[in-house]
């Protein structure tokens, strides 16, 4: 339980929502973060990238 909920008697609740919402969020951050070194290292040579690797 949230100690400054307990400290001040407030009720703590969570909006089931919200949880969607921060699991979406995350799924679309991790692709973006995902996307872009894979593209980036998919214009490279095979070669040159076990050159440099």
């Known amino acids: 339980m949230n100690v ?6 407030w009720v ?4 089931p929502l919200l949880l969607v919402w921060a699991g979406a969020l995350a799924v679309a951050v991790a692709t973006v973060a ?5 593209m980036k ?3 490279l040579e095979p070669l040159e990238t076990l ?3």
Do not use: C, H, K, S
């Not at 400054?4 to 008697?9: L, P, S, T, V």
């Open 34 to 38: 995902g996307i872009y070194p894979a």
């Open 51 to 53: 050159r440099l690797g």
């Open 4 to 9: 400054g909920a307990r400290m001040q008697d």
């Open 12 to 15: 703590f609740t969570l909006n």
């Open 41 to 43: 290292a998919a214009r």
